[in-house]
């Protein structure tokens, strides 16, 4: 094989530019234009993810080769003036010969290796096998059709973008080549956050990792990978930069006539271990049953509903915010900018073990003083959970009238099976959409400390969706008798419910009173 495609020249990224064009670019040109580029242009948000990951890890090994270490006012600088060009052009010039996509002895982020060792060189699998989008084997994806035995042809350029991501975020599984099984890549399971900029040059100071004494090479600085290396056990991570990068499947892509890609060889990988001292930067944690659970996408949950496990807990018992919002929250208060607003980008996959589940990708504009402010962080927390303790209330009512409606309305089953019906419909997305268009109001009272105020626009906004959500409820109960006398009976007890969220109107003749 010779040398092919390499990624410093050719357009391989899909960025969009400031103003508006989507285009794709090499790694050259790309640092070169960071602050015209507003950000990342894949739509595939595993994908989108591991390329952060990816620009970030070349970024912080270029600043450590040219500056050695740095500060937060080294970052506000480059947050103003824009990163060293001459510093990251340097650096992937020096390990040019690293960022070949089809080399016979050290391609991208693959393993050569597997073109010679015996249980993988003379089998083959389709490209899909490490995309995330695809039906592969027995894991069908609907409106999906690719056929294991005749997978179409992609650009060398999608195949990439298509295993960053697989790498990053695969669920732990069977592999049946070398091990029988393998352990997860970093972000399984995980919603990711991501801080951002105006620019691309803005997005990756705000999220760049801390300088630091550690040996922390990234993959394509490491020597290749041999069969002894995909069969040793797991390892943790040296440092962010191995975390960004770790091949956590072995895969070697087949290089086609036409250029592009149809087949790979795969194997296990250079396993991740787990270290609970060293979370991965983007990944943040909330309360569990009995522990803090990382967090991660969920059926019909709209996100902002686990917004509090972002933000700063002094005591850690509620959550655990990814490490890179600490990050981008100093650089905040370092340039002068922390009473402004910092948007966050949240995207990743679930899965339940080796079954996928949802991908998503979210955007979420936050007052930057609440990541930074533990205070006002309590004040968001608290207002969340008492949304979602009332809308509980509401659900338990709600459950009880639509069994009155049923055979045996006091039986378990009936109890169960009234719920379960509720849950499908349409109530729970009624009442959390309600609320979640009064959340820029809230930020925007939280951010300027107007604590009280904040509860009073809170209280009137539940209300409005309760009331909402009742009233589809009982839309969907129907108006027959049965259903009349089930909602009268319960009426009263929901009212009971909205009676500290109405605003306390004075009497007037107290008033008077007291005046005199």
């Given at each position: 094989m010779t040398p092919g495609y390499n990624l410093l020249d050719e357009p391989w990224l899909p960025v969009r530019f400031a103003d508006g064009r989507v285009r794709d670019v090499g790694l050259l040109e790309l640092f070169e234009r960071a602050g015209e580029i507003a950000a990342l242009a894949e739509t595939a948000p595993?994908?989108?993810?591991?390329?952060?990951?990816?620009?970030l890890a070349i970024t912080h090994r270029a600043l450590t080769r040219s500056h050695g270490s740095w500060k937060d006012r080294d970052r506000a600088r480059w947050y103003r003036e824009g990163l060293p060009r001459d510093a990251l052009r340097d650096y992937l010039e020096?390990?040019?010969?690293?960022?070949?996509?089809?080399?016979?002895?050290?391609?991208?982020?693959?393993?050569?290796?597997?073109?010679?060792?015996?249980?993988?060189?003379?089998?083959?699998?389709?490209?899909?096998?490490?995309?995330?989008?695809?039906?592969?084997?027995?894991?069908p994806v609907v409106f999906d059709h690719s056929c294991d035995l005749s997978p179409a042809p992609v650009t060398p350029a999608q195949a990439l973008r298509t295993l960053l991501g697989f790498l990053q975020?695969?669920?732990?599984?069977?592999?049946?080549?070398?091990?029988?099984?393998?352990?997860?890549?970093?972000?399984?399971?995980?919603?990711?956050?991501?801080?951002?900029?105006a620019t691309l040059q803005q997005t990756l100071c705000l999220a760049l990792h801390p300088a630091s004494d550690r040996d922390d090479p990234p993959a394509w600085?490491?020597?290749?990978?041999?069969?002894?290396?995909?069969?040793?056990?797991?390892?943790?991570?040296?440092?962010?930069?191995?975390?960004?990068t770790r091949r956590s499947r072995a895969v070697l892509l087949l290089e086609a006539e036409e250029g592009h890609v149809r087949w790979l060889r795969f194997a296990a990988g250079i396993a991740l271990g787990d270290d609970p001292h060293a979370p991965d930067p983007m990944a943040s944690y909330r309360?569990?049953?009995?522990?803090?659970?990382?967090?991660?996408?969920?059926?019909?949950?709209?996100?902002?509903?686990?917004?509090?496990?972002?933000?700063?807990?002094?005591?850690?018992?509620?959550?655990?915010?990814?490490?890179?919002?600490?990050?981008?929250?100093?650089?905040?208060?370092?340039?002068?900018?922390?009473?402004?607003?910092?948007?966050?980008?949240i995207a990743g996959l679930a899965s339940d073990q080796a079954k996928l589940l949802r991908w998503r990708c979210e955007?979420?504009?936050?007052?930057?003083?609440?990541?930074?402010?533990?205070?006002?962080?309590?004040?968001l927390r608290a207002e969340v959970r008492r949304a979602e303790a009332l809308h509980e209330r509401i659900r338990s009512l709600a459950t009880g009238m639509l069994a009155e409606t049923m055979a045996d309305p006091r039986g378990k089953d009936t109890r169960a099976r009234a719920r379960a019906m509720l849950d499908a419909g349409a109530s729970a997305a009624v009442f959390f959409a309600g609320v979640e268009r009064a959340l820029p109001g809230l930020f925007r009272r939280l951010a300027e400390g107007d604590g009280e105020g904040a509860g009073r626009y809170w209280s009137d906004s539940l209300l409005q969706a309760a009331e909402a959500c009742w009233e589809v409820l009982c839309r969907s109960l129907g108006r027959s008798p049965l259903a009349l006398c089930?909602?009268?009976?319960?009426?009263?007890?929901?009212?009971?419910?909205?009676?500290?969220?109405?605003?306390?109107?004075?009497?007037?003749?107290?008033?008077?009173?007291?005046?005199?």
């Open positions: 595993p994908s989108l993810i591991a390329e952060y990951r990816l620009l020096h390990w040019r010969e690293r960022f070949w996509l089809f080399h016979p002895e050290q391609p991208f982020m693959q393993v050569a290796a597997l073109a010679s060792i015996e249980e993988t060189r003379d089998r083959q699998k389709p490209w899909t096998q490490v995309s995330l989008g695809s039906a592969n084997g027995n894991a975020f695969t669920p732990g599984g069977l592999v049946k080549t070398l091990r029988d099984s393998d352990k997860a890549g970093p972000l399984a399971n995980s919603a990711a956050a991501l801080p951002v900029g600085e490491r020597a290749p990978a041999q069969r002894r290396d995909l069969l040793a056990a797991p390892a943790p991570a040296s440092g962010t930069n191995d975390r960004y309360a569990g049953k009995d522990t803090l659970v990382r967090m991660s996408f969920t059926e019909g949950r709209a996100f902002w509903r686990d917004l509090p496990a972002l933000l700063p807990d002094p005591e850690g018992k509620v959550s655990q915010p990814a490490a890179i919002l600490g990050w981008a929250a100093n650089l905040q208060i370092f340039l002068g900018a922390s009473r402004g607003e910092q948007s966050l980008l955007r979420i504009v936050l007052p930057a003083v609440l990541l930074a402010d533990a205070g006002l962080a309590g004040l089930a909602e009268a009976r319960v009426w009263p007890r929901f009212r009971a419910l909205l009676r500290d969220l109405r605003p306390t109107v004075p009497n007037p003749e107290k008033s008077e009173e007291a005046h005199a």
